[in-house]
C-alpha cells in the first residue's frame, strides 16, 4: 500500500460536528482563518506524493472509507493550504472541486492527534 497524503488533527473548532448530520468534515491547515477555523479539523500540511484517485482509501483514525469521488482542486488544495471537504455521501460523479467524497456509512467523531491517511490499495 502505497501512502498518499498523511496529516494529524491539531485542533477541532467549536463548531465542527454542527455538520454530523450532513455527514461533512471541512479539513484547514494551521493557518486557516479565525473565521472558519471553528468549522474545522485543523491540521499539519503536508504534501501530496502522487495522485488521490477514485478507489484509493482514506484512513480517518485508521477506519477505512473508500473514495468515490474527487474534486478537480482537492490535491491543489490540501498540499497549499490543508483545505478540503470530506462528503461521506457516496457521490460517485466530480461534484465541488474542493470536496473529497467518500462512501456513505456511519463515521466517528474524530479526536484531537487523530490521523488522516489516504493509501492506494
Known sequence: MQTVY?????????????????????????????????YCLLIHINDVEGEIEKGDVLLLDGIEYTITSVGSKVSRNLKLLGHITLQFDGRETEGLPGTLYLED?????????????????
Open 6 to 38: 498523511q496529516t494529524r488533527i491539531t485542533q477541532i473548532g467549536s463548531s465542527v460536528f454542527d455538520f454530523i448530520e450532513d455527514k461533512i468534515f471541512v479539513l484547514f491547515g494551521e493557518n486557516a482563518p479565525s473565521d472558519v477555523a471553528d
Open 105 to 121: 456509512k456511519d463515521f466517528h467523531k474524530p479526536g484531537i492527534g487523530g490521523e488522516i491517511k489516504i493509501i492506494k490499495k
